[in-house]
Every structure is written in structure tokens, then in C-alpha cells.
């Protein structure tokens, strides 16, 4: 079973966003188990509102999601996404030592840039596979390849040793809206640029996991 953490140690990077729409991403390749464990609980407030039955979900802590985990790989599961708390770095380094890849995603900002390196930090720690995200980000307008502050903050996160996965997640409305619907933006909106984006973002993410052995 492949394992995608989503962490971070600072809030509102849109850890949940991207775990609501890679858990639909992932069960299209294999039965996918979402894991909510932010006490925050927006991956639950999501998939409340999910007429779909999959991607399925459980919560977890730190006292259970060795055991989730180990269920899900007995009930055949080819792929659990993880959504973590923001400020809880036992858990999360807990996670990460479990997960195939941890995707750490960062807006590009001055705040979003300099907490990534604690994550960083506890991943070098923990010999733990990493991609950086750029979330959140301006749309790109006609003509350009990324915005400039898109391109400086890749080059903050290059020269911290970070690997940064090619493309960022644009601040569009159609993800929000997808989300409020319990879907994914491909479900929603399958032809709009956001799900370009996310889609093309996923299909580097499982393509890095593919590159790891399956963790149980």
C-alpha cells in the first residue's frame, strides 16, 4: 500500500484541499482509504457532504493510525492519504516515518517559506521521501510560465535543498466549490483548468510513489 502524507507545521497550507482531491484521484488507480487526522476535522466536514461512496475515510491519532494503517493494508487497499494536524510534530513525524511520500505544501509566501524548513528538518531527521508543493498560488496569466513570485518562492525552496515537484495548485473558485459539494474539482469540474492542475500534480505525486516500495 502506497502511503501520501500530507504535513506541514504551519495551518491554512490547504493540507485538506489537496488530500479531499488526491483521495478521489487515488481511488481511480486502486481502493484508496482517506485518513483524517487533524483534529480540525476537514476532511470529515467534506466527505459528510459526499454523495460518492469512495474514496472511504477513518479517523485517526497517534494512538491508532498504526493500526488504521495496518487495516486498510488487510482490506486491500492500494493507497491511504493522509490529512495531518499542523502543530502536532511528534504525530506528524510518526506519520511520516510510515509514509511512502510526505508532499508538504507551501504557499508562496514569505510566512508559508519559512516554516517549511522545520518540516524539512524532520524529514532530513527521519530519511523520510519528500516533494514540495507550491499551493495556492496566482493563476498563471497568458504568456507566462509562473508568476514571479512563484518562481522566487521555488527558488527559496531549492536553495533550502527542498525538491519541488514541476506545476503548482492555482487560488481558483472551482475548488472551493467542488469541496462545499463533496467532490473533487475532476468530479465537479472536469474540463477546468484547476482540475488540469490538480490532476497533472497527483499523476507526479503517485508517479514519485511508484519510485518507493509499498509501505503496510
Known amino acids: 500500500m502506497h502511503v501520501i502524507l500530507i504535513a506541514t507545521q504551519k495551518g491554512g497550507s490547504g493540507k485538506s484541499t489537496l488530500a479531499a482531491h488526491f483521495g478521489a484521484l487515488a481511488e481511480r488507480d486502486g481502493r484508496t482509504l482517506l485518513i483524517d487526522a487533524d483534529p480540525q476535522g476537514s476532511l470529515s466536514f467534506w466527505y459528510k457532504r459526499r454523495a460518492a461512496e469512495t474514496p472511504l475515510l477513518a479517523k485517526a491519532d497517534g494512538t491508532s493510525i498504526a493500526s488504521t494503517l495496518e487495516a486498510a493494508e488487510a482490506d486491500g487497499c492500494a493507497w491511504a492519504v ?3 494536524p499542523p502543530h502536532n510534530a511528534a504525530l506528524t513525524a510518526s506519520m511520516m516515518s510510515r509514509a511512502t511520500v510526505t508532499v508538504i ?10 516554516a517549511v524548513a522545520a518540516t524539512l528538518a524532520m524529514a532530513r531527521s527521519l530519511k523520510a521521501p519528500i516533494a514540495c ?3 495556492a498560488a496566482p493563476p498563471i496569466t497568458r504568456g507566462e510560465t509562473e508568476t514571479a513570485i512563484v518562481a522566487e518562492a521555488r527558488a527559496v ?10 506545476g503548482q495548485i492555482s487560488q481558483r473558485a472551482s475548488l472551493s466549490h ?6 473533487s474539482v ?5 474540463d477546468s483548468r484547476a482540475a488540469a492542475e490538480i490532476g497533472a500534480m497527483w499523476s507526479a505525486v503517485s508517479g514519485l510513489a511508484h519510485t518507493f516500495p509499498r509501505k503496510p
Request: glycine share 10%; charged share 15%.
Open 178 to 183: 467542488a469541496l462545499i459539494t463533496g467532490q
Open 186 to 190: 475532476n468530479e465537479y469540474d472536469p
Open 105 to 114: 505544501p507551501v504557499r508562496p509566501g514569505p510566512f508559508d517559506l519559512d
Open 157 to 166: 525552496l531549492v536553495g533550502m535543498g527542498a525538491p519541488v515537484l514541476p
Open 82 to 84: 493522509i490529512d495531518s
Open 133 to 135: 508543493i507550491i499551493n
